[in-house]
């Protein structure tokens, strides 16, 4: 074997030992950073319940004290929840964001919450959803956008529905029990129970009766 051999296999080797020696750690870092009700993080929320995991890393995640998680969820990595516009706001007595049992939060998503924020139990949501009770204040065509007051309307989204990857729930939002919200869909104002919707803004595809789901073929019709 030539030098130049020999020194392209231990350059090879090293490579190699490096590469275990980061992906190791960083599973090592994964476990260590997991949030539990057991954690200085856990204990920070105002509930996070037993048996519920927040995987790490964590996104922005503040105003604990005035965010509940029920018991045996799942929080993705990089999930950013919030209570307030910024962290140390006073909030009042009662939580503003409440996720439920068996909930599973997608990878990526943000919960932001200022007013309230409502989620039902079993509620599951592909990665990059985002869920907001507030939106930017617009009612004065003078005065920047951004300088105007913002508006906040309760969220609510009932058990046992799912969301699908990149969802957006706007601010008064109500939707029902069993939903299933197509990737990608813009939702708003109100959505019944056990139906299936898609678009933006989100309409109503398939719904269920007593009979079954009604065919897809059906013309759709607008949500609240």
Same mark, same amino acid.
């Given at each position: 074997? $030539?030098?130049?051999?020999?020194?392209?296999?231990?350059?090879?080797?090293?490579?190699?030992?490096?590469?275990?020696?980061?992906?190791?750690?960083?599973?090592?870092?994964?476990?260590?950073?997991?949030?539990?009700?057991?954690?200085?993080?856990?204990?920070?929320?105002?509930?996070?319940?037993?048996?519920?995991?927040?995987?790490?890393?964590?996104? *922005?995640?503040?105003?604990? +004290?005035?965010?509940?998680?029920?018991?045996?969820?799942?929080?993705?990595?990089?999930?950013?929840?919030?209570?307030?516009?910024?962290?140390?706001?006073?909030?009042?007595?009662?939580?503003?964001?409440?996720?439920?049992?068996?909930?599973?939060?997608?990878?990526?998503? +943000?919960?932001?919450?200022?007013? $309230?924020?409502?989620?039902?139990?079993?509620?599951?949501?592909?990665?990059?959803?985002?869920?907001?009770?507030?939106? +930017?204040?617009?009612?004065?065509?003078?005065?920047?956008?951004?300088?105007?007051?913002?508006?906040?309307?309760?969220? *609510?989204?009932?058990?046992?529905?799912?969301?699908?990857?990149?969802?957006?729930?706007?601010?008064?939002?109500?939707?029902?029990?069993?939903?299933?919200?197509?990737?990608?869909?813009?939702?708003?104002?109100?959505?019944?129970?056990?139906?299936?919707?898609?678009?933006?803004?989100?309409?109503?595809?398939?719904? +269920?009766?007593?009979?079954?789901?009604?065919?897809?073929?059906?013309?759709?019709?607008?949500?609240?």
């Amino acid at each position: 074997m $030539s030098w130049k051999a020999g020194t392209e296999r231990i350059r090879d080797a090293r490579r190699a030992l490096v590469w275990q020696a980061v992906h190791w750690g960083w599973r090592e870092f994964q476990r260590a950073g997991i949030v539990t009700a057991g954690t200085p993080a856990g204990r920070a929320f105002r509930r996070f319940g037993d048996g519920s995991v927040m995987a790490f890393p964590a996104g *922005s995640v503040f105003g604990e +004290h005035w965010i509940t998680v029920g018991d045996g969820t799942v929080i993705g990595a990089l999930v950013t929840m919030s209570a307030g516009l910024v962290p140390g706001q006073d909030l009042g007595s009662d939580p503003v964001l409440r996720i439920g049992d068996r909930c599973v939060i997608g990878r990526g998503s +943000h919960i932001v919450a200022h007013l $309230s924020v409502d989620i039902g139990d079993d509620v599951w949501t592909g990665p990059y959803v985002y869920i907001t009770d507030q939106n +930017h204040g617009y009612s004065d065509p003078g005065v920047p956008i951004g300088r105007q007051p913002p508006v906040n309307r309760a969220v *609510s989204i009932g058990a046992g529905s799912w969301l699908g990857a990149g969802a957006i729930v706007l601010p008064g939002a109500r939707i029902g029990r069993n939903v299933v919200i197509a990737a990608g869909s813009v939702v708003r104002g109100e959505v019944p129970d056990r139906c299936v919707v898609a678009g933006v803004p989100a309409k109503v595809v398939r719904e +269920h009766t007593g009979d079954g789901w009604r065919p897809p073929g059906q013309a759709p019709y607008p949500v609240g």
